[in-house]
C-alpha cells in the first residue's frame, strides 16, 4: 500500500513526470520519489531525503525500470492525509511524532522518537487497525 491518500480512492492532479536523464528507476504504486536538484534524476525517497532538498511525489502507478515517464501526484504541504505503511507495529503514543522516510521511499521509520531536524517528512496523526498491521495516518510535517 505504501503512501495512500485517505480523501479519496483515486489519485487527483495525476501529472507524467519524464526522467530526463534516462537513469533506471523501479517503482511501486504509493512509493515516494524525488528529482535530484544536482542532476535530475528521478530517485527514490531514503532516510536522508530533507524537507527542503527536492519536491517529493507518490507514483500513481507500477513502473518498470526502463521507464522515462511516471505518473506522479506532488505532495505538498496541504494537509492531504495518507495512509502510510510503517516500519514497526503502530502506536496512538507516536501521534504528533515526526517520522523519517524508510530507504526505498515505501514506509515510515516509526521508532517511538520524535525527528526533529529536516529529515521528519511526516507527522503520525493516527493509527489504522491493528498495531500488528502497521498502518497510520500521517501528512507532511
Do not use: Y
Request: one cysteine or more; hydrophobic letters at 45%.
Amino acid at each position: 500500500m505504501a503512501f495512500t491518500p485517505l480523501s479519496s480512492t483515486t489519485f487527483k492532479n495525476v501529472v507524467a513526470l519524464t526522467n530526463n536523464t534516462g537513469s533506471a528507476l523501479s517503482v511501486t504504486a504509493g512509493q515516494l520519489i524525488k528529482a535530484n536538484l544536482s542532476t535530475g534524476a528521478l530517485e527514490s525517497c531514503t532516510t536522508t531525503t530533507t524537507q527542503n532538498e527536492a519536491v517529493f511525489r507518490v507514483v500513481n502507478t507500477a513502473s518498470v525500470a526502463a521507464s522515462a515517464t511516471f505518473d506522479v501526484v506532488p505532495v505538498g504541504k496541504d494537509a492531504s492525509v495518507f495512509i502510510v505503511d510503517t516500519a514497526n507495529n503502530s502506536n496512538a503514543a507516536h501521534n504528533g511524532q515526526r517520522m523519517i522516510i524508510t530507504a526505498g521511499g515505501l514506509t515510515l521509520t516509526n521508532t517511538g522518537t520524535d525527528v526533529s531536524g529536516s529529515t521528519g517528512m511526516f507527522a503520525q496523526i493516527g493509527v489504522v487497525g491493528a498495531a500488528a498491521d502497521k498502518k497510520i495516518l500521517a501528512v507532511r510535517a
